[in-house]
């Protein structure tokens, strides 16, 4: 028997850091196709995020509450500052803006139910509110965007809040994109569009420009709806201080801040990649541009952009927000990415987890399509059930942290509960690296 | 008609009596000194006339109402008009029309930039010229023009039909010239008589739409994206 000896002479096959495989591929295609990548979901490079924070919890020197007898408050109310009709919610967890038109109907009336039954809002998109998700809908947030499809003064009278999007943090800068396979004729006659076109829709407002223009439209839907809804302002994480601190200028009675973990329905690869700033980094600043107005608690901060869990949700709020938005993490809820579908996903490609083709409308799950045969298979009860059990966690998890940390209410989570695991995330949240007193980028080091 | 003086009314007395179910058939609104949001979010079949200069969106979102402006319009007149008509005898500025989705905008001066952005079925009929970017994203409506049209007129144009009687600037990505058949012309004469322009014909007028060549992605068109 001879036996084999390994090649000594070649060292193993090597795979650049800087061109590794994926990035490889990414030329491959574009020089295959010519046109860039698009895809929907937000960026999934690994950034600094919550996972980079700790709680400190009770123990001598401060005073824990009973796990499950004691009372922690999760209600919130955002609207306070102008609105007659203040917003009030059960948990802090809200559903972020989705449009009938990236989602189908079914998914819409699914958010709504399971947003419904744990006493949150959710929120319409681009190309206006349904008639579904209006009915079930208790708290209905109405999206004012740029393309204004579908905008109508009816609609905007039912709504419970407006929120005026200027961007969100999937693409700050950029507008929205709904391609032609799901421009059916029920979007297209909502948007006003010919039926199966690429759709893009602006990335800037038609009639305003600045936060002095913005001051003057927010009066104007304050006047069409009486002074009774909240009006929330949306941006993007890019220059958070700045930005919020006009949006409070421009009179906003709640700021809605969406790091670059959001989802977008489609966009540029390219965009989601490499635009915007991650939201462990933004609300920092954002409470900071609050604090300095003195409206910090007064002019509610929403964040959101990879909330995940109700320690995603605790962290948030103990950073200063008041509430937080989930997008991504709902449509998992109502069966996006489930393993059921492997074969299905095999087809497309990809595998469960993995699948973010949400522009082609070929969604095996039946959520981010408007394929009537594909969004049949979501029961918007179950769906809805689904979503109302993942809100219910998130909730009791934040609540579990909170007690831990001796909180009567989520909103009495505070920076002082909160240490850093790294440099950077220390640095971004202001917060001291675990086990010391350092604050990295205090004093100038 | 009953006249509200602005000089004694605030903006909300003033709109919230505008908009009520049984407001008065006819109103006119005294002293707006430019005043921003005037006559916004009506939904009756009611006369309003400002008897003056108007700032900003005023008659926004107008639904049924009629709404003359005796003087000029600041940004964004009829914003978002549903239906009615706003009818402006002085110039007015950008955005006039924007989105608006139904009703008829006259405006007998001049507009600004962005006459009819994003327009998705309202009429607009300019006596003068209109500004640069007029007609951006134009969904559908007709827009009207016996003046001029300043640079990239129907920039990325759905399905607006723009007439012009004047000279224009320079066209947008994918907006070009068509031919005239007569149901357009049919459609420039009764908007001309709707806004009471007596003194121009509709063959006069060349109209401009969407080449279409941006409806769907295609590489050989990467510089207009």
Known sequence: MTEKHHDYTKTTPRFSATFDPFTVSQIQRAAATGIY?????????????????????????????EGYRERCGTDVVLGTRFAKKPIHLKTPVTIAGMSFGALSAQAKEALGRGASAVGTSTTTGDGGMTPEERGHSSTLIYQYLPSRYGMNPDDLRKADAIEIVVGQGAKPGGGGMLLGQKISPRVAQMRDLPEGIDQRSACRHPDWTGPDDLEIKIEELREITNWEKP???????????????????????????????????????????????????????????????????????????????????????????????????????????????????????????????????RDPAGITTQDPTLSARLDPILGGRRLANYLSVLTMEAQTIARACGKSHLHNLEPEDLVALTIEAAAMTRLPLAGTDWYPGKAGF | MQTIDLNTTTLRELNSRLQTENAGASWQVANPNGRHALAVGLTQPIEVTIEGHAGYYAAGMNQQASV?????????V????????VHVKG????????????????????????????????????????????????????????????????DSLYETRIFVRGKVRGLGA???????????????????????????????????????TLYHFNVDNASAY
């Open chain 1, 37 to 65: 990548d698009i895809r929907g979901g937000g960026t999934k490079r690994k950034l600094p995020h919550f996972d980079d924070l700790l709680f400190l919890g009770a123990s001598m020197s401060r005073y824990p509450l």
């Open chain 1, 231 to 361: 009006i929330y302002v949306k941006v993007g994480a890019s220059r958070p201080y700045y930005d919020v601190s006009l949006a409070v200028k421009s009179g906003a009675d709640v700021v809605v801040l969406d790091g670059m973990q959001g989802g977008t329905a489609a966009t540029q690869e390219v965009f989601i990649e490499h635009v915007g700033l991650p939201i462990l980094a933004a609300i920092r600043p954002a409470v900071q541009a609050l604090q300095d107005l003195g409206l910090h608690r007064k002019v509610q901060l929403i964040v959101s952009g990879g909330i995940r869990t109700g320690a995603d949700v605790a962290k948030a709020l103990a950073l200063g927000a008041d509430a937080v938005a989930i997008g991504t993490a709902a449509l998992v809820a109502l069966g996006d990415q489930s393993p059921d579908l492997a074969e299905e996903y095999a087809k497309l490609g990809t595998v469960p987890g993995a699948y973010d083709d949400w522009q082609d409308g």
């Open chain 2, 68 to 76: 003359v402006i005796n003087g000029n319009a600041g940004q964004g």
């Open chain 2, 78 to 85: 009829a914003e978002n008009m549903m239906s009615g008509r």
């Open chain 2, 91 to 154: 110039n007015a500025s950008s955005s006039a029309g924007a989105t608006a989705h139904g009703g008829l905008l006259v405006i007998e001066g001049d507009a600004g930039a962005r006459c009819g952005i994003s327009m998705k079925g309202v009429d607009i009929v300019v006596r003068g010229s209109i500004g640069h970017m007029s007609a951006f994203m134009a969904q559908s409506g007709n827009l009207v023009v016996c003046g001029d049209a300043g640079e990239a007129l129907g």
């Open chain 2, 174 to 212: 994918d907006c070009e010239e068509k031919d005239m058949t007569p149901e357009d012309r049919a459609i420039v004469t009764s908007l001309l008589e709707k806004a009471g322009v007596t003194d121009c014909k509709a063959e006069d007028f060349r109209l401009y739409g969407s080449a279409r």
